[in-house]
């Protein structure tokens, strides 16, 4: 009973502590209302004594109430960071993803029969920047990413990174979803490798491309966005004194989780 009654004072704590931080971060009245709402259930948490009900052990009531606990505070904070959303129009954004598409750049042929293909639109890319809402039909953003695709092993790699800056325009048609696109400009792409891969090596030009994308918001905090980018790396090489361009691919689809904050 005593080491229960711990264990709830423990929890009323940390909670506690962690809305009082959110309160101060953010400084806004509602947020300081979520606080005590969670205060308030959180007291009668501690003050509830573990009884047998209906043939269920003691810690099963009081996993409930720890349940219901933590289901009032995400409640609260969600509603409270809803009207930050509202009241401040330029956030902040990060966000990662999966992608897929593009030419076939290298290929990494391992010694027990498998292969991977390195593509000019693969395959991981993170972000951050910010998002800056007008009004409730338009919103802009602007990141700044790094996006690789990669085949490795123990005896080495063979990686294609480059560095995509975007910005983007957005139609909102309801308060859960935008529409939009613009402008990607991809800085210093280049395929390299080294252990069994040494040999492999090329460097492409800077390159510009379009983005068409759609986001929906499961919260004013939380963003799942699937997009298409189109864009084409150029690569210079000269054989018998004379230059060649050749031209690669580099069109994907994607699909990214956004935190705005």
């Known amino acids: 009973m005593r080491e229960a009654t711990l264990n709830q004072r423990g929890l009323f704590c940390f909670l506690s ?46 996993m409930k109430k720890i349940a219901l606990v933590i289901a009032v ?27 897929a598409g593009g030419d076939k750049l290298a290929t990494a042929e391992y010694s027990h029969g498998g292969s991977v293909d390195v593509r000019a639109g693969g395959l991981i ?42 910005v983007l325009a957005y139609f909102h048609p309801t308060n859960n979803m935008r529409i939009g696109g613009g402008v990607r400009y991809v800085s210093s792409p280049k395929l390299n490798g080294d252990g069994f891969g040494a040999g492999v090596y090329q460097e492409f030009d800077n390159t510009v491309g379009a983005v068409v994308e759609g986001e929906y918001f499961f919260s004013p905090n939380v963003g799942l966005k699937l997009r298409y980018v189109k864009e084409e790396y150029e690569s210079n090489y000269v054989y018998r004194r004379v230059t060649y361009t050749e031209k690669t691919k580099g069109d994907h689809i994607g699909i990214f989780g956004n935190f705005y904050f």
């Open 17 to 62: 502590r962690f809305a009082l931080f959110v309160t101060r971060k953010q400084r806004l009245p509602v947020i300081f209302l979520a606080y005590l709402q969670l205060m308030q259930v959180s007291f009668r948490l501690v003050n509830t004594q573990h009884s047998a009900r209906d043939g269920q052990p003691p810690y099963k009531n009081t």
């Open 73 to 99: 505070a995400i409640a609260s904070l969600s509603s409270a960071q809803a009207q930050t959303a509202q009241a401040n129009p330029l956030r902040f954004v990060v966000g990662a993803g999966l992608t």
């Open 125 to 166: 890319a993170f972000l951050g920047g910010v998002d800056y809402r007008v009004n409730q039909q338009f919103s802009f953003q602007g990141t700044v990413g790094f996006h690789v695709d990669q085949a490795s092993a123990k005896n080495g790699d063979v990686t294609f990174k480059r560095f995509p800056i975007e």
